[in-house]
């Protein structure tokens, strides 16, 4: 499965948006760009995934940029609840954990 | 969405024993997975469940270490065998099924292991 890099951390006050950057230039046309996010003391939560289109749930939105080689998960109004560590993952079956960006939302 | 309970929540073990984690999913799946999280760090996946067949174990992962179990598509078990401290860790289940439609891999709450 083809790497991705982010931040290690980053950090937003509530009720703003919040745009989480991940690069996978290496990725593979059939790669899938999952996110998932973990909050303290619970597994993993799937957040939203997209292979070339934008994508919108009712959780966050996925920008793909046009060569696939970087995407960005966007919070649109940040809650206390959201403080996690939002892991990017590129895959086409299992999925491989990065290290993920913990992002802190302050009050 | 799958609903996913692992038992136990937490353990502490003592070096040389084992341990048995059970994965139970409200629902039938075709995948189901484990994943081993240490302190601070990332998850890692260990192995894929296979229902009916050996599991698939990832790269530094053995079955003599970690035997799996999948009797059913609602069921899987993870053994630790002959543990010690360097597998303290949080043990994950998690399930996707892909034939129902679903993409998504929904996961346990985690079985906290340490190892004295």
């Known amino acids: 499965d083809a790497k991705t890099t982010q931040p290690n951390s980053m950090e937003s006050n509530e009720e703003e948006p919040v745009h989480l950057p991940c690069n996978h230039s290496?990725?593979?046309?059939?790669?899938?760009i999952h996110w998932y996010r973990q909050l303290p003391s619970q597994g993993p939560e799937y957040v939203i995934h997209?292979?070339?289109s934008n994508v919108n749930n009712r959780m966050a939105s996925l920008a793909i940029a046009e060569d696939r080689k970087s995407s960005t998960l966007i919070l649109h109004r940040a809650t206390l609840r959201d403080a996690a560590v939002y892991y990017c993952?590129?895959?086409?079956?299992?999925?491989?954990f990065g290290k993920g960006t913990k992002l802190s939302v302050k009050p | 969405s799958a609903v996913i309970s692992q038992k136990p929540s937490r353990d502490i073990c003592q070096r040389g024993t084992s341990l048995t984690i059970q994965c139970q999913v409200d629902?039938?799946?075709?995948?189901m997975f484990w994943y081993r999280q240490q302190p601070g760090q990332s998850l890692t996946l260990i192995a894929t469940?296979?229902?009916?067949?050996?599991?698939?174990?990832e790269s530094g992962f053995v079955i003599d270490k970690f035997p799996i179990s999948r009797p059913n598509l609602t069921f899987s078990t993870l053994t630790v065998s002959n543990m010690s401290p360097e597998d303290s860790s949080i043990y994950l289940c998690?399930?996707?099924?892909?034939?129902?439609?679903?993409?998504?891999?929904?996961f346990g709450p985690g079985t906290r292991l340490t190892v004295t």
């Open positions: 998690s399930v996707e099924d892909r034939a129902g439609g679903l993409y998504e891999q929904y």
């Open positions: 290496t990725i593979s046309g059939t790669d899938y």
């Open positions: 997209g292979l070339t």
């Open positions: 993952i590129l895959s086409q079956g299992n999925l491989i």
């Open positions: 629902s039938q799946v075709t995948m």
């Open positions: 469940a296979n229902q009916g067949s050996e599991a698939t174990y």
